[in-house]
């Protein structure tokens, strides 16, 4: 049976074992021929083979492990026991009983002898079997980096392997060092090496990608970034972000860096155009967005500031045009929305602003018209519309406020003239519209307010007065005389006749053809024509 190689091993050993246990080597002559595996012969004995080494034993030197091999163990009787630095170990120098780390930053070179540094844009840190690419948002500049260095702030590095960063432009952030720079939006910026876009501050503005901002020109709404103009209705000021609403009474057609202010006389409901002129019947003031209605007794013609007080004597009814003068007949006063029919009694002219009091003794019956003068018996008072006809008893003569009470003893039968006196024989007393004839045996002069009875021995005929005629006697208040019987004594015409004596006569007064008429009063001698006389008035005859 034929032994294996590690068997054979092994009897060597127990032989060799037995043997110097039984014997004592004569180093002289056998113990640099007679060295075991893994002991080297030197200065007359046998030593253990020291790690870094591996001793073949007999008269074999000890070797040393090679160059980026290291053995850690005494007593290696092979090179098998050189093992090879691995990793990112090394072994500089023969007969290494350790490999070394290469610091941070190296690895060794292809043979594990030597550190080699990672090249620029590499590192190799602690832990780190190889060199990698310097990270993103990291820099490596030099050969043999252990450690990445950061990005500083305001820096990036979006790649591996950078050898350096690079300044953040302007108008960018880099708060993530390693990412490309993003560019700031309108409303923000930013200066060059930026970790962060800023605002605008107010009033101020900025396109995407800006380094800095701009005043906010007026006009413009600058809360988006670019300015754009502010619509009608809006303004802004420079320095102004937004635009802001025209408060009410103002106005702007667009761009504007101030609203206006509403003209007066002018509509500017809608803010955002140009106001529009006021409608007649309406107005507005200064500042005031809506045109409102004229008030009742006013008026405006158009593009009014305020509305004009109707004034006296106009018609305003229709409150957008210029007023007309009121008719004939009617009136209105100052601030009047229309006019008014003149009241029972008073009378106007076209464009008055009160009506007249009809005067007294004028006829108003028709308001429109001058008034006319009542005509004679007729009146009117103050304020009465119309002529009344006088009553009985009472006159005018035209244009009166009363008519007159007819005196006594004036005709009144015309009211329309100032009345006469009574005739004589006449009379009327006061108030009577016409003269009354005196009653029978009473007279009356002109102008009398009542009738006198007539004296005895008197008659009134009329308005004359006269004795009774001679024969004739009147001894009540009769118009007419009595003719006196025959036979009697009528001297006294106001006394009742008496007999006459014996042989005279008394004719009656019928008898007209006597020389003398006093011979028809009394008692007479009996005259032959006497006689005669008588004779003739009562059948008789007479003598001489």
């Not at 941070?104 to 080699?116: E, I, K, M, R, S």
């Amino acid at each position: 049976m034929e032994l294996s190689e590690e068997r054979w091993h092994i009897l060597v050993i127990l032989l060799l074992a037995i043997g110097s246990v039984n014997a004592v080597c004569d180093c002289t002559t056998e113990c640099s021929s007679n060295c075991p595996a893994g002991t080297y012969y030197d200065n007359s004995t046998c030593v253990t083979c020291e790690p870094g080494y591996y001793c073949l034993g007999g008269v074999n030197a000890r070797s040393s492990c090679s160059p980026g091999t290291a053995n850690p163990n005494s007593g290696s009787d092979n090179s098998g026991v050189c093992v090879t630095c691995s990793g990112v170990t090394y072994s500089a120098d023969s007969a290494a009983d350790s490999c070394q780390t290469c610091p941070d930053g190296q690895v060794p070179n292809g043979g594990n002898t030597a550190c080699v540094n990672c090249n620029p844009g590499e590192y190799r840190s602690s832990g780190a079997s190889s060199c990698s690419a310097c990270p993103q948002g990291k820099y490596c500049p030099m050969a043999g980096t252990g450690t990445p260095s950061d990005c500083p702030d305001g820096q990036y590095q979006d790649s591996t392997g950078g050898l350096n960063c690079t300044m953040c432009p302007s108008g960018s952030q880099c708060a993530d060092k390693t990412a490309a720079p993003i560019q700031c939006a309108g409303g923000y910026y930013a200066a060059e090496g930026s970790t962060s876009c800023a605002p605008c501050q107010t009033g101020y503005y900025s396109i995407a990608g800006s380094e800095s901002c701009t005043q906010c020109p007026q006009g413009k709404n600058c809360s988006d970034g670019a300015p754009t103009p502010c619509p009608g209705g809006y303004y802004s000021p420079l320095g102004i972000t937004g635009c802001v609403e025209c408060s009410s009474g103002t106005y702007s057609t667009g761009d504007a860096g101030s609203c206006t202010t509403c003209t007066a006389g002018y509509d500017c409901t809608d803010s955002a155009s140009s106001p529009s002129p006021c409608l007649p019947g309406y107005y507005s003031p200064e500042g005031v967005a809506v045109c409102s209605a004229c008030l009742s007794g006013t008026y405006s013609t158009g593009s009014a500031a305020s509305c004009t007080q109707c004034g006296e004597g106009k018609n305003c009814s229709n409150s957008g045009v210029t007023p007309t003068d009121c008719d004939p007949g009617f009136y209105s006063g100052a601030g009047d929305s229309q006019c008014h029919p003149c009241p029972s009694g008073t009378y106007s002219s076209a464009g008055s602003g009160s009506c007249d009091t009809c005067s007294i003794g004028m006829d108003c019956t028709d308001p429109k018209a001058t008034p006319s003068p009542c005509p004679g018996g007729y009146y009117s008072p103050a304020a009465d519309p119309q002529c009344h006809q006088c009553p009985a008893g009472t006159y005018s003569t035209g244009t009166a406020g009363s008519c007159t009470t007819c005196a006594a003893g004036k005709n009144c039968s015309d009211a329309t003239v100032t009345p006469p006196d009574c005739d004589a024989g006449h009379f009327s007393s006061l108030g009577d519209s016409q003269c009354h004839l005196c009653p029978a045996g009473q007279h009356s002069s002109s102008n009398s307010s009542q009738c006198t009875f007539c004296v005895e021995g008197t008659q009134c005929l009329g308005d004359t007065i006269t004795d009774c005629l001679p024969g004739t006697y009147n001894l009540e208040a009769t118009s007419n005389c009595s003719l006196r019987p025959v036979d009697k004594n009528c001297e006294d015409k106001s006394q009742k006749p008496i007999d006459c004596v014996s042989r005279t006569v008394n004719l009656t007064a019928s008898w007209t053809a006597s020389p003398s008429l006093d011979l028809l009063s009394g008692c007479k001698t009996d005259f032959p024509w006497v006689r005669s006389y008588i004779g003739n008035r009562d059948g008789e005859g007479t003598d001489g």
